[in-house]
Antibody, heavy 121, light 106 residues
Framework: EGLLVESGGGLVQPGRSLRLSCVAS????????INWVRQAPGKGLEWIAE????????YYGNSVQGRFTVSRDNVENSVSLQMNRLREEDTAIYYC??????????????WGQGTLVTVSP | EIVLTQSPATLSLSPGERVTLSCRAS??????LDWFQHKRGQAPRLLVY???NRATGIPARFSGSGSGTDFTLTINSLEPEDFAVYYC?????????FGGGTKVEI
């Protein structure tokens, strides 16, 4: 079934940068697209990015476009989220999720436990 | 972007009751809609994909229906572990979007 583990969260000042990591184990990592989803305090889930295996298709949500960059290392079985110019509204738990592709559709079938990012002066 | 509106925001129920959660899309998403269960401090859990397909390991009391703009998640006979927040998600258009969630509480 597999496991995803996020790390790298913490307290950071507005305007600074932070890099999150999502490490996969227990499954063959390279074929899967990986997504990042976040949940701000008291809010719902918000999708923020997706990366495919060969970096040929990368998508971002409107609220992070131009500030966040997603990348991956298929040797290390990891995906990173580089977050620049952080804002207080980026405070959230950040989850990575595996996308499973089927015939004509897909879904997020495996999620990590999340890592907390707090952006505060 | 496609907006998903979930209703009601909160439901107060007792174990054993039947619950119906609604998700309405601002434009057609065909059947490209999934349902997730989320408990505090845990990873979200996929319940239903492609509107009506139960995910692996999900009990039969969970069922999804709908297409186009109107979708429903039904839980027959609530169990104590079902008290959580439920989200719908569309994946027909970028950006992917989630509904605001429905909290099912005791």
């Amino acid at each position: 079934e597999g496991l995803l583990v996020e790390s790298g969260g913490g307290l950071v000042q507005p305007g600074r940068s932070l890099r999150l990591s999502c490490v996969a184990s227990g499954f063959t990592f390279s074929p899967y697209k990986i997504n990042w989803v976040r949940q701000a305090p008291g809010k719902g889930l918000e999708w923020i990015a997706e990366i495919d295996s060969g970096w040929s298709h990368i998508y971002y949500g409107n609220s992070v476009q131009g500030r966040f960059t997603v990348s991956r290392d298929n040797v290390e079985n990891s995906v990173s989220l580089q977050m620049n110019r952080l804002r207080e509204e980026d405070t959230a738990i950040y989850y990575c999720a595996r996308r499973r592709d089927a015939s004509g559709y897909y879904y997020f079938d495996q999620w990590g436990q999340g890592t907390l990012v707090t952006v505060s002066p | 972007e496609i907006v998903l509106t979930q209703s009601p925001a909160t439901l107060s129920l007792s174990p054993g009751e039947r619950v119906t959660l609604s998700c309405r899309a601002s434009q057609s998403v065909s059947a490209s809609l999934d349902w997730f269960q989320h408990k505090r401090g845990q990873a979200p859990r996929l319940l239903v994909y492609e509107a009506s397909n139960r995910a692996t390991g999900i009990p039969a009391r969970f069922s999804g229906s709908g297409s186009g703009t109107d979708f429903t998640l039904t839980i027959n006979s609530l169990e104590p572990e079902d008290f959580a927040v439920y989200y719908c998600q569309q994946r027909i258009n970028w950006p992917l979007t989630f509904g605001g969630g429905t909290k099912v509480e005791i």
